[in-house]
């Protein structure tokens, strides 16, 4: 039998049927996920630095650019010379002292108690109240509702401590005498460019110093 050839249902058979109606489409969820965390985090860091330095920087720069640019039958010339003397010294102390006295309590405190201040709204007959874990776990299952249902509690309480002393002491002489010439000729005909660059340098550095770094730290620490 065809379905052209199906007999139509009567009134009374319509009237027999029955049926649920789906939820909106945008209440329907394919994974539901609670997540409570409670975190309690106490970080301490104390940190003492100390940093001494004795330095000498000495950079005399000389430089000439000649150039030709979109030009014909031009000259450029450019031409640095550099005669640098360069005599450095250092006699002192760089002295870095970097003393560090810490203290940390990190113990952690007693939790909280709510108790309530209202005697009407206490419970008189012994039932406790149930908490959110307890209603969530008898009233939703993993598969109940969604296809789907997590419920996660985390609770962490992490205690940190880094007290971190530094002492950094330095002694330096520095020194960089630059000389530069630069000529170019640049879509320029029958044109020439000429870069010279003479540089003398003496330069002379001697160091007569202590540089001393000194660290003391203690640390008492209670977690």
Same mark, same amino acid.
């Given at each position: 039998?065809?379905?052209s050839?199906m007999?139509?249902?009567?009134?009374?058979?319509?009237?027999?049927?029955?049926?649920?109606?789906?939820?909106?489409?945008?209440? &329907?969820?394919?994974?539901?996920?609670?997540?409570?965390?409670?975190?309690?985090?106490?970080?301490?860091?104390?940190?003492?630095?100390?940093?001494?330095?004795?330095?000498?920087?000495? !950079?005399? &720069?000389?430089?000439?650019?000649?150039?030709?640019?979109?030009?014909?039958?031009?000259?450029?010339?450019?031409?640095a010379?550099?005669?640098?003397?360069?005599?450095? %010294?250092i006699?002192?102390?760089?002295? +870095?002292?970097?003393?560090?006295?810490?203290?940390?309590?990190?113990? =952690?405190?007693?939790?909280?108690?709510?108790?309530p201040?209202?005697?009407?709204?206490?419970?008189?007959?012994?039932?406790?109240?149930?908490?959110?874990?307890?209603?969530?776990?008898?009233?939703? %299952?993993? @598969?109940?509702?969604?296809?789907?249902?997590?419920?996660?509690?985390?609770?962490?309480?992490?205690?940190? +401590?880094?007290?971190?002393?530094? !002492?950094?002491?330095?002694?330096?002489?520095? =020194?960089?005498?630059?000389?530069?010439?630069?000529?170019?000729?640049?879509?320029?005909?029958?044109?020439?460019?000429?870069? @010279?660059?003479?540089?003398?340098?003496?330069?002379?550095?001697?160091?007569?110093?202590?540089?001393?770094?000194?660290?003391?730290?203690?640390?008492?620490?209670?977690?």
């Amino acid at each position: 039998m065809t379905d052209s050839s199906m007999p139509p249902l009567t009134a009374d058979e319509l009237a027999a049927e029955g049926g649920t109606a789906l939820p909106d489409k945008e209440v &329907i969820s394919l994974l539901d996920l609670n997540a409570d965390l409670d975190i309690g985090l106490d970080a301490a860091a104390p940190i003492d630095l100390a940093v001494a330095a004795n330095a000498n920087v000495a !950079a005399p &720069i000389d430089a000439a650019v000649g150039a030709n640019i979109l030009s014909a039958g031009s000259e450029a010339q450019a031409m640095a010379d550099q005669g640098v003397l360069i005599d450095q %010294g250092i006699t002192g102390e760089a002295v +870095a002292d970097a003393g560090q006295d810490s203290t940390i309590d990190q113990a =952690a405190e007693a939790p909280a108690t709510d108790v309530p201040t209202d005697a009407t709204t206490a419970p008189t007959d012994g039932a406790t109240t149930p908490t959110d874990a307890t209603r969530a776990a008898t009233s939703a %299952g993993a @598969l109940d509702g969604n296809l789907l249902n997590v419920d996660v509690d985390l609770a962490a309480d992490l205690d940190l +401590a880094a007290p971190i002393a530094g !002492a950094v002491a330095a002694n330096a002489n520095v =020194a960089a005498p630059i000389d530069a010439a630069v000529a170019a000729n640049i879509g320029s005909i029958d044109s020439d460019a000429v870069a @010279l660059a003479q540089q003398d340098a003496i330069i002379v550095q001697d160091i007569d110093a202590d540089a001393d770094a000194t660290t003391d730290q203690s640390s008492d620490i209670s977690q």
